[in-house]
């Protein structure tokens, strides 16, 4: 039987678009509009994995209703997974720092500690007459060295954490600084493919489908 549907990551993170062509599953790109600030707002307080899931789900409805609105009756289904990542530092959520002073003073409480990066990802198919979606969020501890002054500096210096969720990443620069990962790496980075891989499974589809 010959396969149709296609993946589109809702998503501008080119971490999480290479961690899907290093997978070998083929996709393409669809940056959500979304306004995270406003959607957390109007949710109210969540613990940091429950905003992590709103907000992937956010960004994949608002791509799967364009699609939706633009595709032909008779056009394969598309399938939108979002993704969002909270990092949770005793206790308190922590998005991206934006200002260098905001990292630095965050990688001064993190360094020699431990903190949990929330992952939340949200699946839907965009399908004309269709409406279904599937979510998830995995989470995995990280276990930082207890990097100096001189070189948190360093590394605020080079912009790296600055929009990134936490202020750090596993897959640059900041892999220096991490002693550990318990959980699943793909988590850290921003987007689980065995996740992805349950949720498409939910969808009666198999990820090898997407090999390309």
């Not at 393409?28 to 992590?52: K, N, Y």
């Not at 936490?166 to 793909?186: E, K, Q, W, Y």
């Not at 850290?188 to 198999?206: D, E, P």
Request: hydrophobic share 45%; proline share 5%.
């Amino acid at each position: 039987m010959t396969f149709h549907a296609s993946l589109i990551l809702a998503s501008a993170s080119p971490a999480r678009t290479k961690l899907l062509s290093d997978a070998g599953i083929g996709h393409t790109i669809r940056v959500s509009t979304v306004d995270e600030d406003a959607v957390t707002a109007a949710a109210g307080p969540l613990a940091p994995m429950d905003t992590a899931l709103l907000l992937a789900r956010a960004k994949a409805e608002s791509v799967a209703a364009e699609v939706a609105g633009e595709m032909a009756k008779d056009q394969p289904r598309a399938l939108v997974v979002g993704c969002d990542s909270v990092f949770e530092f005793a206790g308190a959520p922590y998005g991206k720092p934006w200002e260098p002073a905001v990292a630095r003073e965050r990688w001064q409480l993190m360094r020699g500690q431990s903190g949990v990066l929330h992952t939340g990802h949200w699946l839907i198919n965009s399908s004309p007459g269709e409406a279904v979606a599937h979510g998830e969020v995995t989470s995995a501890v990280v276990h930082f060295e207890d990097v100096s002054d001189a070189e948190i500096d360093a590394y605020v210096a080079t912009g790296e954490p600055l929009q990134v969720a936490g202020g750090f990443t596993i897959d640059g620069l900041a892999g220096a600084f991490i002693s550990g990962v318990d959980g699943d790496p793909h988590t850290v980075v921003g987007l689980s493919i065995s996740t992805l891989r349950r949720l498409l499974a939910k969808s009666g589809l198999s990820i090898t489908d997407f090999w390309s």
